[in-house]
Structures are given as structure tokens and as C-alpha cells.
């Protein structure tokens, strides 16, 4: 088998134990074949009733205690997990699955669809169809949105972004779409400009990876029209897509009409 990342994965059967260090791949793997996760992320928050091992954060897992669980396969990502940390794994026989970092929803499910059929050999499942059914027509353009993804400092959503390509298929183009980096830095002034020039008028807070609230967020933009969204449905490609085209739907809804 080989990984998004053209790599080799060495499985020669279905893995029993399996260390995920992607909290939408533990989602969706929990959910789709129940039982061979022995360990994951803290940030691994879904689903609520998930009882593994905790091994550290995804940027820095305690790679010690991955392989003292001795697992059949680690989940990994091209963007959430250092190549440093996989190649301490593969040297050590640890087959590792490296996902790449989807730019839009569509490639997210196609490679779940490959995960999950062709390392677990399980048949499709039914949320996943669920899910390319919901976002398969994007609706027309109606607002054009600056996207902070952090605050201290600010970090903002710029081209080819799976959180991009949700809103897009939504009706909101973001501001920085065209921009070089993928996750622009821009001081907050230049920020601001983008409301009063025009260029933007919506502001989209999610609660996480930073938690953007009514008070920590729209202050900071007086007068702009926004929304708080959860980031677990703007940036997770597992089975919450299946709710979450209803769920960020309806908030852009209340403030758009």
C-alpha cells in the first residue's frame, strides 16, 4: 500500500492496534472500525466516548510511548505531524500512513475513502457517502470573509485550505484566496484595511485552533459584521462533515440572511 505521500505503508494485514496522531483520522476511524485505536492525540476529542492512551499533542507526541505500544500503524499527517517524528517510526518498523494536507473537501474524503478501504479493508462507509452527498454542490457567492485562525499573532486562512474550500462551497470566498502562504500572518492594520476597502465584509471566528469568542475577536474589528463558527466543522474531515454543512449553514444564515 502507499500513503498519500507516495510512501510505502508495510501492512500485510488488517491493523488490530493503532496509534492516531490526526484527531480527524481517530474520529473516523473509531467510527468506522470501532476498537483498534490504543492511542491518540490529547487533542483527540472526538468521539467524546473515545478511551485510549494519550501520547502528547500532535506537533510534538511523545514518539516513546507510540512505540512502546508496539501499534500494527500510526496515522499521520503531512502538515499536523514533523517528518522527523515518522521517520523515527518507520526506522523503528513501525508502519506509518501519512494523510496530505487537504486543500479542499472533496480530496479530504477521497483520501479517508483510501485509509480506511484499503489500510482496514473495510467496505465505504455510510457517513462518507453521507458527506460528499452534502457538499457536493457549492451555493452561490454571498459574502467574501477574512478568516483568523489565531490571535497573538494573528494567522489567517490565505489559498488552498480545506476551512477555504468549506467556506467556498458555502457561498464565502476568503480575502486572502490568492495569497501566497496558505496561512498568511498580516499585522492587524492591514487586517482592518480589508473592511474598510471593501475587500472583505464578514468576519468568521472559530473556536479553535484558537478560541475566538464574543468578547476575544470581534473587538478588535469594530463594526464588522461576523459570525462564530466551530472549528471542529470548519477544519475536521471526518464524520462531522456529515452535520456540519447544516450546522455552519445555519450560523452563516443568522448574520447573512
Known amino acids: 500500500m502507499i500513503d498519500d505521500l507516495g510512501e510505502e505503508v508495510p501492512l500485510d494485514r488488517e491493523p488490530g492496534r493503532v496509534v492516531s496522531l490526526v484527531p480527524s483520522l481517530t474520529e473516523a476511524v ?60 518507520r526506522a523503528d518498523g513501525i508502519p506509518v500512513w501519512v494523510t496530505e494536507a487537504p486543500s479542499t473537501v472533496l480530496t479530504a474524503l477521497a483520501s479517508l475513502r483510501r485509509v480506511l478501504t484499503q489500510a482496514f479493508r473495510v467496505s465505504e462507509p455510510e457517513w462518507l457517502v453521507a458527506a460528499e ?14 478568516v483568523p485562525v489565531w490571535r497573538k499573532p494573528w494567522v489567517v486562512l490565505g489559498r488552498d485550505t480545506f476551512a477555504g474550500d468549506v467556506l467556498h462551497r458555502l457561498g464565502v470566498s476568503t480575502v486572502y484566496s490568492a495569497h501566497t502562504d496558505r496561512y498568511p500572518r498580516p499585522k492587524l492594520d492591514e487586517l482592518r484595511a480589508k473592511f474598510t476597502d471593501g475587500s472583505a465584509d464578514l468576519l468568521v471566528l472559530p473556536d479553535e485552533p484558537y478560541y475566538f469568542t464574543d468578547d476575544d475577536g ?25 452535520d456540519a454543512h447544516a450546522e455552519l449553514s445555519a450560523a452563516l444564515d443568522r448574520v447573512l440572511g
Open 30 to 89: 473509531e467510527r468506522t472500525v470501532p476498537g483498534v485505536l490504543v492511542a491518540a492525540t490529547d487533542y483527540c476529542t472526538h468521539p467524546p466516548s473515545l478511551n485510549v492512551a494519550r501520547v502528547g499533542g500532535s506537533k510534538y507526541p511523545r514518539v516513546d510511548d507510540v512505540l512502546g505500544l508496539r501499534p500494527d500503524l500510526v496515522l499521520a499527517n503531512s502538515e499536523e505531524n514533523r517528518p522527523e517524528d515518522v521517520e523515527r517510526l
Open 133 to 146: 452527498q452534502a457538499w457536493a454542490n457549492p451555493r452561490t457567492h454571498r459574502a467574501t470573509a477574512l
Open 218 to 242: 470581534p473587538d478588535w474589528f469594530p463594526g464588522v459584521t461576523y459570525v462564530l463558527v466551530s472549528g471542529r466543522y470548519l477544519t475536521w474531515y471526518g464524520p462531522s462533515l456529515v
